[in-house]
């Protein structure tokens, strides 16, 4: 049987999302293949582990440049990221909390170009006087993962629609993040 190694690696995250304890053969079986095909691929747990961390660098890279946070003001460039992330914010959540992937030296440099380009969009939103200057882009960087992670797993518990994904993230960063005029 043909393996479709993007299909595989999607549904190894919204696997690994719900149950991260979840073994090699849980996901052969939610992907729909066998064990020996999945080993090939992946060696072993944290084999498939970082190829779900390239893969998910590579969709949120995608989302950054499809959100076009250049254009317009800071609040409707971030309702556009939020929207590109949310087909894979499963992945974001499971990478998010793994903390493997941030420990030691073997850090992913693509972690890295996320961070600067989401902070960078922050801090254009603060110079033009859009957002809060009292919190730092790098706060409000790890804000956005924290939020769309958890509103992820609520919706994948059930807990929230799927459909108010967008909204809530969205308004309630920037409930927080916005800078408040006064009169």
């Keep these: ?18 149950k991260s304890t979840a073994t090699m053969d849980e996901v052969a079986r939610a992907a729909g293949i066998g064990r020996a095909t999945l080993h090939r691929h992946f060696a ?18 995608g989302a950054l440049d499809r959100a076009r946070l250049d254009e317009g003001d ?10 590109e992330m949310e087909p894979a914010a499963d992945l974001l959540a499971f990478l998010y ?3 493997q992937l941030f420990e030691g030296d073997q850090v992913n440099e693509g972690w890295s170009r996320l961070d600067a380009r989401v902070a960078a969009y922050f801090r254009r939103g603060q110079e033009r006087g859009e957002f809060r200057i009292d919190l730092p882009p790098a706060w409000l960087t790890e804000a956005l993962y924290a ?11 059930g807990r929230v629609a799927k459909k108010d994904f967008q909204y ?16």
């Design 74 to 83: 800071a609040s409707d460039g971030l309702r556009r990221l939020i929207a």
């Design 168 to 183: 809530m993230t969205a308004e309630l960063l920037l409930g927080g993040a916005r800078r408040s005029v006064k009169t």
């Design 97 to 99: 909390s793994e903390s």
């Design 1 to 18: 049987m043909a393996m479709d190694h993007e299909q595989v690696l999607r549904t190894a995250a919204a696997l690994l999302s719900r």
């Design 147 to 157: 939020l769309i992670g958890s509103c992820a797993w609520a919706v994948m518990d």
């Design 44 to 61: 072993g747990r944290d084999a498939l582990v970082r190829a779900l961390e390239a893969f998910g660098i590579q969709e949120f890279e």
